[in-house]
């Protein structure tokens, strides 16, 4: 049994599978999945576990070069805005959310949150961890 890193088998699979450019998301419990798409729902009940919690772990564990999320959120979400300010380091690029949905049908991966709240979802794009 691993003892460190992502437990979630499913998640751990995904990550160890990306390349440089691929991209996954961490979604709310109301974002519409693409037919195709891989859906690991993670969710519970509403808001656990929340779209932080996930989208840290993830973070943690992920080489990310960039991020793409709804500009919607600045207004409509101001505390995860803020979360996101604050807390991640890589370029975020703020779309409109019909476009980040869009967007889903080329992921990798959908991992689904019980996150509740509006536009709290985000497109993880993988970096390199070398030179």
């Not at 779209?51 to 840290?56: A, E, P, R």
């Not at 793409?68 to 805005?81: I, R, S």
């Not at 980040?100 to 390199?128: H, M, S, W, Y």
Request: with cysteine; proline share 5%.
């Amino acid at each position: 049994m691993q003892k460190h890193g992502i437990l979630n088998r499913d998640i751990a699979e995904v990550l160890a599978k990306l390349g440089h450019t691929d991209q996954i998301v961490v979604a709310d419990c109301g974002l519409p999945i693409p037919d195709g798409v891989k859906c690991i729902d993670l969710s519970l009940k509403l808001g656990t576990p929340s779209f932080t919690d996930v989208l840290d772990v993830v973070m943690a564990e992920m080489e990310v070069e960039h991020l793409l999320a709804a500009d919607e959120m600045k207004a409509a979400n101001p505390g995860l805005y803020r979360h996101f300010t604050e807390t991640y380091q890589p370029p975020v690029t703020w779309v409109k959310h019909e476009q980040l949905k869009k967007d889903c049908a080329n992921v990798k991966a959908v991992i689904r949150t019980g996150e509740n709240t509006p536009f709290a979802n985000v497109i993880l794009q993988a970096g390199v961890i070398f030179g």
